[in-house]
């Protein structure tokens, strides 16, 4: 009974809202998202996307020609190791990058690159990994760069060395170095900023990597920091690109990057497990191509109109503002921030993430602080904006 109630409300909705169900395909080649059988019989229902490329989500939603490529790749046997090198190559070239490689994820991304950053290209070192034997295994990050991400890095041998400054980074490089960790989206909470890192690992003969996940808009970025000097870059396939959500980017030197091949499926190495298959090389590459050519502007402008519905329908309710947000590198797109007292209106920022979350459908949407609500709007679809401003209304005005 639920299920039916729901589904004749989207469909409706979406049909009373032809102007935002299709101004949506126009950039975003997404249209509204219509009732999931397989998910029902399944017993999970899906949800309104309001916190933006997560992978607890589900990450992205695949447009179709990303779609298309997975099929149609998913229908031949061919050479793998062929096509991640051809993959490889055409993804370096459409980014103006030295070479490329697809992982299968960001964070596989970080396993392989520092594998081959610690084996320095040699087949027995890599080998050998995560046995430290011989190696140069210690990595370098600034207190503030730790992403979480560490383990992925651990489980390639590496021993992970933190430092603050400057003269703390000088001091701690030695023999036993062998990468230079920097956390883009930390570019501003780090004591060295990124030219300045860049520079001492040129200078001290030692790989740095740049996990810039998360960090594909402006679309710019998927060129600027390898063309900066960094030997390798990361980004998430899965998230602004829109690949397959297990799919991710290594970008970077030549070597580096084919040292790193050996290190993945179908290859013995240490990330042998991180297996890439045909659908996700092709499916990514599509992705690639299609974010290049997607007129960015106009998505900005849409999501500035959805921004503007949210914050509309929170006009005039009292003790209630909301704001225009632009988080820094991270997800650089317009957010709804709203913000209230919590003791005065006696409504805490967990009470109206459940509420939403307990609504049919589902809401999700972050709390980054009491008293607040970060809404993206990014990953919604036909009347979603809409739907999320009614509901926000509706909790915020009983
Ligand atoms: C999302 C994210 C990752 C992991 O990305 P996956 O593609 O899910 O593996 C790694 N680092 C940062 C900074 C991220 O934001």
């Given amino acids: 009974m639920v299920m039916k109630t729901t589904r004749r409300r989207i469909l409706k909705t979406a049909a009373l809202a032809p102007a935002a169900a299709g101004a949506a395909p126009a950039t975003t080649g997404l249209t509204a998202a219509s009732p999931s059988s397989l998910y029902a019989s399944l017993g999970v229902k899906p949800v309104i996307n309001g916190v933006g490329v997560v992978t607890v989500l589900g990450g992205s939603i695949m447009p179709p020609e990303v779609v298309r490529a997975m099929e149609e790749a998913s229908r031949y046997f061919i050479p793998l190791p062929e096509l991640e090198r051809k993959v490889g190559a055409r993804i370096a070239d459409l980014l103006h990058a030295p070479a490329a490689m697809v992982t299968c994820g960001a964070a596989s991304a970080i396993s392989v690159g520092t594998a081959a950053c610690l084996s320095q290209g040699d087949p027995a070192k890599l080998r050998q990994l995560p046995n430290r034997d011989g190696i140069r295994y210690e990595v370098i990050q600034q207190k503030t760069h730790r992403s979480g991400y560490e383990h992925q890095m651990e489980m390639a041998g590496a021993k992970v060395i933190t430092v603050e400054t400057r003269k703390d980074l000088d001091a701690a490089i030695n023999e036993r170095t062998g990468m230079l960790f920097f956390l883009n989206k930390a570019e501003h909470e780090g004591a060295i900023k990124m030219e300045e890192f860049i520079r001492v690992g040129k200078e001290r ?177 036909g009347n979603e904006p809409q739907v999320v401003a009614r509901r926000l209304r509706e909790i915020f005005s009983s």
């Fill in 205 to 381: 003969g030692i790989p740095t990597m740049n996990d810039a996940a998360s960090d594909a808009t402006p679309m710019e970025n998927l060129m600027k920091y390898t063309r900066m000097g960094f030997d390798l870059v990361i980004f998430s396939g899965g998230k602004a690109l829109r690949g397959p959500q297990a799919s991710g980017l290594l970008l970077g030197r030549k070597d580096l990057i084919d040292a790193s091949y050996p290190a993945m499926s179908p290859y013995g190495g240490i990330g042998r497990g991180m297996k890439v298959g045909k659908e996700e090389l092709c499916g990514l590459l599509a992705a690639v191509e299609r974010y290049l050519k997607v007129d960015h502007k106009a998505e900005w402008k849409e999501l500035e109109a959805r921004v503007a519905t949210i914050r509309g329908a929170l006009k005039g309710v009292s003790g209630v503002q909301t704001d225009r947000h632009i988080p820094v590198i991270a997800n650089e797109l317009p957010h709804v921030m709203v913000e209230w007292d919590e003791t005065a209106r006696g409504l805490t920022s967990q009470q109206v993430l459940e509420k939403l979350q307990a609504g049919d459908p589902p809401i999700h949407v972050q709390k980054p602080a009491k008293g607040k609500l970060l809404i993206s709007v990014w990953m919604m679809r």
